[in-house]
Nanobody, 118 residues
Framework: VQLVESGGGLVQAGGSLRLSCAASETIVNIVAMGWFRQTPGKQRDLVASIIPGGGGTNYAESVRGRFTISRDNAKNTMYLQMNNLKVEDTAVYYC????????????WGQGTQVTVSS
């Protein structure tokens, strides 16, 4: 399984971007899906997550109310809509899928750069 991200880029503060994460095939036994971000020298932090089967969504405090995570099962794609972007949102964004079938398996995208200018 490969996760391919797209949608990153350069945007001015206050602008919007939508990130996409497309899976190369249908992934089964998903227990969680999410978006993480990382800046140089820092750890990768969870931005937003979604639990399949009506488990709801969760957001980091810093993005709550501005970012929205969603998925399109028919397209095997997950999205992150980012509105009212701030300079501090600048980072490499990674999508993540975790599955459980006896053992945990974790898939990561290659990362997409988001740069927010002032």
């Amino acid at each position: 399984v490969q996760l391919v991200e797209s949608g990153g880029g350069l945007v001015q503060a206050g602008g919007s971007l939508r990130l996409s994460c497309a899976a190369s095939e249908t992934i089964v036994n998903i227990v969680a899906m999410g978006w993480f971000r990382q800046t140089p020298g820092k750890q990768r932090d969870l931005v937003a997550s979604i639990i399949p089967g009506g488990g709801g969504t969760n957001y980091a405090e810093s993005v709550r109310g501005r970012f929205t995570i969603s998925r399109d099962n028919a397209k095997n794609t997950m999205y992150l809509q980012m509105n009212n972007l701030k300079v501090e949102d600048t980072a490499v964004y990674y999508c993540n899928v975790r599955t459980l079938r006896g053992t945990w398996t974790e898939y990561w995208g290659q990362g997409t750069q988001v740069t927010v200018s002032s």
